[in-house]
């Protein structure tokens, strides 16, 4: 194992111990704790991590646990609101979660023997002095508006109660719970192992990786991993092979040397701010404890083109604690035999799927996530929910964008399952988003005071149908299998055509302004914070576009060359070759009267146009795709 005593280590500091007088006594208590650093999250989800001497924290305790400390725009990625002309930003601790120890086990202190460990305080943003700003501030803002604003919806719609099991009153609660909880999934190998894409499909297809036993330094790696992340207070469910991988090889040094295969971890769903924060706290264990047994980790969405892909699938719950000491679902059914959810339940699904589109840009902004959202691969690509065949049949659909989670036994279990994001995803504003979406639906059926039957009738209606609150001109909800069962064709009629790259979804901002105001309501997401947000998402999206994906492209066109010889060749490789380098000069070489595709992408994107840009992405990534396998089958062809 890890090699070092773990029970002395120091792992955590939960939000109860956050006075000054029991911050102090602790980490005198564990001088293996050498290093403090606030965690402020800015609207690209990036984190901060500076390196603040304990022994100077602690004589400045006071006054850092109020002001924090203080940083600059060109710190954090703040777009239209801290400039570099403007660019004061505080980072203010937040005493209301647990704080965690990131341990460096590369450095073993001297006098304690234990890793060096930083105790890292997840903090808020706040931009002169007065604008709170940043991801970690629009969930809890969010977190905060929802509640409050759902207590009173309960308060005037007392109907509900009649539909929610343990609970007759809005006047019987004493808070709301608002959990999530999200899955990692993640692909390790061995450095400089670039996968065969041909041995990943075949395995995929064969389920030859599925839930199999791990080996060698994967297997130890992942046993540290998930040790460590229970001392943590993660309360881990379980670690397992995904879909994606193939076997490893055994070397020469009696090591396995050739590893590349899909791991997944869950771990137990939290208040929906802490969540987020243990996500983070999650992938730094991970990457960590990985790269010291010699494995690269990647959390990217798509790693390997034509095999499956690493999503973050999103869980959304919600409970009532009483001021009795109870704690009531505030999905689940007065009844598991006569409905699926009570009218809260069908509120916040419908709230979702008709919003959609808006919190889509949130959770796919990345052009490595569109990717991963491609028919064929378990990857949703419809806004479309599954229920069950019946009461007493829960759905199991993998292809459906959110699913409902049931269990009659245990009613608290009652949740959402949303299957787009991905580990590079923005947990804080997914989950921020999603909350403002549910909240909308929620207040449209309790306004209607619709009863659990007629809101499964709205939510199973057909195209064409007139709603109280659904859009006419689409369905939401198929038991069926959404890619076998279903023509590109109709899935985009029936459920909305699926953007594909990152402008495409930023779009949707302007195309659905309506549904832009719920992220607005409360000052949760002010068109400032809006702005920032686009701005950001749209500049990463040009400069990896134009300054990486682009040269990427032209090295693998430049790696497609000819390789049958002058002595060893037939006129079925001569056939092959023209058709390749047609594609080739398509792609990447210009003439004096017509420019190629990259050329003219990176053109569109100089002069800002972006509907333009993004056709011509999709347009290379159809003839790269072409090119691969024309190539792959040119090269099988040569002796």
């Known amino acids: 194992m890890l090699g070092y005593d773990l029970d002395k280590m120091l792992f955590s500091i939960p939000s109860e111990k956050h006075s000054a007088g029991d911050i102090t006594e602790i980490l005198k208590e564990h001088p293996e704790v050498q290093f403090v650093s606030l965690v402020g999250i800015d609207i690209g989800g990036h984190d901060t991590d500076e390196k603040i001497p304990v022994q100077l924290f602690l004589e400045d305790i006071e006054k850092v646990l109020a002001n924090g400390v203080q940083t600059d725009g060109s710190s954090v990625a703040l777009p239209r609101i801290a400039e570099l002309n403007n660019a004061k930003v505080d980072i203010i ?14 450095n073993t202190g001297f006098y304690t023997g234990l890793p060096v460990g930083t105790l890292r305080i997840p903090s808020f943003l706040v931009h002169n002095d007065s604008f709170r700003c940043g991801s970690r501030v629009m969930l809890g803002d969010a977190l905060q508006y929802f509640k409050e604003e759902l207590i009173q919806q309960l308060k005037e719609h007392p109907y509900v109660f009649r539909h929610i099991a343990g609970i007759d009153s809005a006047e019987e609660i004493e808070d709301l719970i608002i959990t999530s909880a999200t899955e990692l999934e993640f692909w390790v190998k061995t450095p400089d192992d670039k996968g065969d894409r041909e041995q990943l499909f075949t395995a995929q297809v064969l389920k030859e990786q599925y839930w199999k036993r791990t080996y060698g330094e994967v297997r130890t790696a992942l046993e540290e991993t998930l040790v460590l992340l229970d001392k943590y207070g993660f309360q881990v469910e379980m670690g397992h092979k995904e879909v994606g991988g193939v076997k490893a090889r055994m070397g020469n040094s009696g090591h396995y040397d050739h590893v590349m295969e899909q791991l997944e971890i869950d771990w137990k769903y939290a208040d929906a701010l802490q969540a987020a924060d243990n996500e983070n706290q999650v992938k730094y264990v991970v990457r960590d404890i990985f790269t010291r047994h010699g494995l690269d980790v990647t959390f990217m969405a798509k790693p390997f083109e034509g095999v499956a892909g690493s999503g973050e699938h999103t869980h959304l719950g919600l409970a009532a604690k009483l001021k009795n000491g109870k704690v009531v679902s505030l999905f689940a059914p007065a009844d598991f035999s006569v409905d699926f959810m009570n009218p809260l339940g069908y509120g916040a699904l419908m709230g979702i799927l008709k919003n959609y ?43 459906v964008l959110i699913g409902l989670i049931r269990d009659p036994k245990n009613p608290m279990s009652t949740r959402f399952e949303l299957r787009a994001p991905n580990p590079k995803s923005n947990t804080y504003l997914v989950i921020a988003a999603a909350y403002m979406a549910i909240l909308d639906g929620i207040k449209a059926v309790l306004k209607a005071e619709k009863t659990p039957e007629e809101l499964e009738k709205s939510l199973s209606k057909k195209y064409g149908e007139e709603d109280f609150y659904l859009e006419k001109n689409r369905e939401y909800r198929s038991e069926e299998d959404v890619f076998d069962d279903y023509t590109q064709e109709e899935r985009d009629r029936l459920f909305g055509r699926a953007p594909a790259t990152v402008w495409q979804n930023l779009t949707a901002f302007d195309r659905y302004p309506e549904k832009v105001n719920i992220f607005k309501e409360g000052d949760v997401m002010p068109e400032i914070v809006l702005e920032s947000y686009r701005e950001q998402t749209l500049s990463q999206w040009k400069t990896e576009l134009h300054d990486r994906i682009i040269p990427q492209t032209m090295d693998f066109i430049r790696d497609c060359r000819k390789r049958h010889t002058e002595e060893d060749f037939s006129d079925y490789d001569i056939k092959n070759w023209l058709e390749i380098d047609k594609i080739r000069h398509e792609i990447a070489k210009d003439t004096i009267t017509e420019k190629c595709l990259l050329t003219r992408a990176k053109e569109a994107l100089d002069n800002r146009e972006y509907d333009l840009a993004s056709d011509l992405q999709l347009e290379i990534q159809r003839k790269v795709n072409l090119l691969t396998e024309r190539y792959t089958q040119y090269k099988k062809n040569l002796l």
């Open 93 to 106: 601790p937040d005493l209301s979660v647990n704080w965690y120890v990131d341990y460096n086990f590369n």
């Open 357 to 399: 589109e808006v919190i889509n840009p949130f959770v796919s902004s990345t052009n490595d996530s569109f990717n991963r959202l491609k028919p064929g691969y378990e990857a949703p690509v419809c806004i479309v929910t599954s229920l069950g065949r019946s009461i007493n049949e829960p759905s199991r659909n993998r292809t």
